[in-house]
């Protein structure tokens, strides 16, 4: 699937894999049993669109889209430590041994991602597109991720974590 969405370029395709895959073994020694695999989609449910402009957002729009967008480039950003990601991922503390781990991965350490677009779907939520690259180049382009006001900070959801495990093809609990 992964090779079919990067066009035939197989060294991107498991470059990005392994990327994914890297995470996979962190998440499992440490997730949320709170949280069902029914909460994983990354789609809303038929029928749920974002909200018309100026309805369900926050006051200040533009200051949250560019919120998000800087919170999102330093959470996949390879350069940031663990423990400024920590307060970057909603549910961060809980979190932590997954970030320590991916920081350590030298997959990992070749990933990012750039957000191209932010529609919010209340005054606390929204829905992220997003380029996930590797070596700087678009292995996953277009995916669809959460971020959600936590603390008065924009945070990437653990459920758009979890979705980018799950596209590992690894099973985790909780997620």
């Known amino acids: 699937m992964v090779l079919e969405r990067l066009g035939g370029r197989p060294r991107l395709a498991a470059l990005a894999a392994a990327?994914?895959?890297?995470?996979?073994?962190?998440?499992?020694?440490?997730?949320?049993d709170s949280t069902?695999?029914?909460?994983?989609?990354?789609?809303?449910?038929?029928g749920m669109t974002a909200l018309p402009?100026?309805?369900?957002?926050?006051?200040?729009?533009?200051?949250?889209?560019?919120?998000?967008?800087k919170n999102w480039t330093a959470f996949f950003d390879p350069k940031v430590p663990a423990a400024e990601k920590?307060?970057?991922?909603?549910?961060?503390?809980?979190?932590?041994?997954?970030?320590?781990?991916?920081?350590?991965?030298?997959?990992?350490?070749?990933?990012?991602?750039k957000v191209t677009g932010v529609e919010f779907t209340s005054a606390t939520e929204a829905n992220v597109t997003y380029d996930l690259l590797v070596g700087g180049a678009p292995a996953l382009p277009d995916s669809q991720g959460t971020t959600i006001l936590q603390d008065d900070t924009w945070k990437v959801?653990?459920?758009?974590?979890?979705?980018?495990?799950?596209?590992s093809g690894v099973t985790v609990p909780g997620c």
């Open 19 to 32: 990327a994914l895959l890297a995470l996979a073994p962190a998440v499992a020694g440490c997730s949320d």
């Open 36 to 46: 069902s695999g029914s909460q994983v989609s990354e789609t809303p449910p038929p």
């Open 53 to 69: 402009p100026g309805e369900d957002e926050p006051a200040d729009a533009a200051a949250a889209e560019a919120e998000i967008t």
């Open 86 to 113: 920590v307060k970057l991922l909603e549910n961060g503390e809980a979190m932590q041994p997954v970030l320590a781990a991916f920081a350590g991965d030298r997959n990992a350490a070749m990933t990012s991602a």
């Open 157 to 167: 959801s653990v459920k758009t974590l979890c979705g980018l495990v799950e596209l």
